[in-house]
């Protein structure tokens, strides 16, 4: 597959050796041509100068015969512009932007372009690390309102279907890992030893259902 990587910062010289290495055929575009000094002399894809969202740069680079286009320039609006170009005008299926603001990314979601927010992900990550046994997002969706997290679970839950886990906190199971592997839940499914829960959760009662699953079922009246 031939892929178009707008900006060659270190996150666009990363993804275009990764590229490479799984045996694309990549172009690299950039205002600064000094900037594709980051890709090293092991790169064997081609190098544009020229702005990204520009049709006769983007065309030299081989937008028209591209099948993936990536926007991961240090400019939010430069990226957004550049993916709704390859989009709307070239026709690309897979585009993606990387976006720094947050509160952008579900605006752009709307407008049909894929976004990976900077800021959002790499929060979630560092939360990740340093709040290890509380509910923390592995997901969160563009417009920030519902998250997708692993929550630890108490040894008194083992038994308990997973459907009465979800009425009892107002949760959804999405997944659970068993043994290493995902599976898919049915309404029949119960909560074993060692499972870890995948939850989607309104943002707003992430660490209430995090501390009532940390703790043993309270009882019913």
Known sequence: MHA???GCGRVGAGLALTMVRLGHDVTVVDQNPDAFRRLGPSFSGRTVTGVGFDRATLREA???SAGAFAAVSSGDNSNILSARVARETFGIANVVARIYDPRRAEVYERLGIPTVATVTWATDQIVRRLLP???VA?????????????????????????????????????FVTRFGRAMLPSPDTVHQEGDALHLLVEVDEARRVAHALAAPPALEV
């Open 4 to 6: 178009v990587i707008m």
């Open 133 to 135: 046994q509380d509910a």
């Open 138 to 174: 592995a997901y969160r969706e563009p417009s920030g309102a519902v998250l997708l997290v692993q929550v630890p679970v108490d040894d008194a839950w083992v038994g308990t279907r997973l459907s009465t886990i979800e009425s009892r906190l107002g949760a959804r199971v999405a």
């Open 62 to 64: 081989g937008i028209e």
